[in-house]
């Protein structure tokens, strides 16, 4: 296992530290070739002491395809505010100068190589990995139908393309074709079947499916505030929220579900707290402070 911030010879132009002054040079800009992982840590955490060597070995495996830029958050705390570092270990992945990817805490080395491979996929060969990210543009700004054409025609391509398969499932959820969106993703290879881009989708198409059985959101705030504790209108109100776009409103309202009564409906609110954290982003925002207010809850 490699000491923290030990660098062989082979890994001195895959692995350093960077700063602020530069942090554009060594991530933003060095994201349009390759992907960049960033480590943010600092000397006194534990777990980070864990995470380093793990991920400075995988990065060295790797052979190139990715980099690891190492942020101590104590000497740069400006970066560490500007990307909402909440907690330590942070891990950022940064590809066509964008945050892709993400995770919090000492994983095992079984994830940093599926992540690193996630990586790898969405660079790709042949001008794929730039595809995806203009099939996502498109899908940003509403035209969902272009989105679907430009995933379908990179998995002819490149049929088992996890990244590719989860953003055209995610078209047809935006489109309203649920049937259509679940039949694809039935239909995934079995090799990609449990990739993280699948799993978030899943949650994706099951929280599109309960926006359908949504009631009206002023109702049902009605409901709730006649009677703080009727649980059922709160979880629905939750999903109306989420139907309305309203995600981090719905993430409130569970998390007073769960602080009222955590057991609730054999402890619902937590089970659909999960599923809306699994179908965001692991880097966004809203999941990283749902988390912890919810970790707050669990452990007072």
Known sequence: MLELNTKTPESVDLIKDSSEATFMADVIELSNEVPVIVDFWATWCGPCKTLGPLLEKAVTDAKGKVRLVKIDVDKNQQIAAQLRIQSIPTVYAFWQGKPVDGFQGAVPASEIKAFIDRLTGLAGDGGLGEAIVAAEEMLAQGAASDAAQTFAAILEEEPKNAAAYAGLVRCYIILGDLDQAEAILNGAPAEIA????????HAQLELAKQSKNAGPVDDLKAKVAADPNDHQARFDLSGALQANGQTEEAIDELLELFRRNRDWNEGAAKTQLFTIFEAL???????LAGRRRLSSMIFA
Do not use: C, G, M
Not at 195 to 200: I, N, P, R, Y
């Open 281 to 287: 982003k692991p880097n966004d925002p809203l999941v």
């Open 194 to 201: 449990r990739a993280k881009e699948l799993d978030a989708v």
